[in-house]
């Protein structure tokens, strides 16, 4: 797993954890999402290096730096046309998938003006896209997470796991679920089991300690 990609997954488990989750979302009937196909696509992110030549292309006129960093849009007032662009052409692109969430974070609302659908839509997407890829997986647990849905999260993650056992970002997340359900015996257990694999984080490690559960 890309180091950037890593420390990114973790952050967005972080931040999860310690949000506020809006019970209204949560509570939300999971729409119709569309069909895949489109005049765009769709393209397999996780084929991406045997596409490079359709990738650069939405790259470069719609996921570019302002609009992964939520800036500004590069075709459209705001990130949200773009992304929503690329995330047609590109269902499960992970980085763009990771500003979508962070958007609906900063924007308080999984319905976004420039979107076409709900927020979670597009995660609905990117798993029909590939119901392999572990970090589309992975980000969507975090989402979940976020929104108070916690069994729905350690799903997704435990899939995640399921289909990578030796991904220690994977383990590590795991873990900082089940700390914050004061599972310390699982928390431990994935721990553990992270660090075996040479995770190079050690915030689990000292929770588990000042929890006296190292």
């Avoid at 890593?6 to 939300?28: D, E, F, G, K, N």
């Avoid at 699982?186 to 075996?196: I, T």
Wanted: proline share 5%; with cysteine; glycine share 6%.
């Amino acid at each position: 797993m890309n180091k950037k990609i890593m420390r990114i997954l973790v952050c967005l488990v972080v931040i999860a954890l310690s949000s506020i989750p809006s019970a209204a979302t949560a509570a939300q009937k999971k729409p119709y999402c569309g069909e895949l196909k489109n005049d765009v696509g769709p393209f397999d992110y996780i084929e991406r290096f045997n596409l490079k030549g359709k990738l650069e292309i939405v790259e470069r006129h719609h996921f570019t730096s302002d609009v992964e960093n939520l800036i500004k849009g590069n075709t459209s007032g705001t990130p949200a046309g773009d992304l929503n662009y690329t995330l047609r052409a590109w269902p499960n692109h992970h980085r763009a998938l990771i500003s979508l969430f962070k958007y609906s974070i900063r924007e308080k609302s999984t319905r976004i003006p420039g979107l076409k659908w709900p927020v979670e839509c597009y995660f609905d997407r990117a798993i029909r896209m590939n119901m392999k890829d572990v970090q589309v997986r992975s980000i969507y647990s975090a989402f979940l997470t976020h929104h108070n849905r916690n069994k729905e999260a350690l799903e997704q993650l435990q899939v995640a796991a399921d289909l990578e056992p030796d991904n220690a970002t994977i383990l590590y997340n795991l873990g900082l679920m089940y700390f914050k359900q004061k599972n310390y015996g699982k928390a431990s257990h994935y721990a553990k089991q992270a660090y075996a694999r040479d995770f190079p984080l050690p915030g689990l490690k000292n929770k588990l300690i000042r929890a006296g559960k190292w």
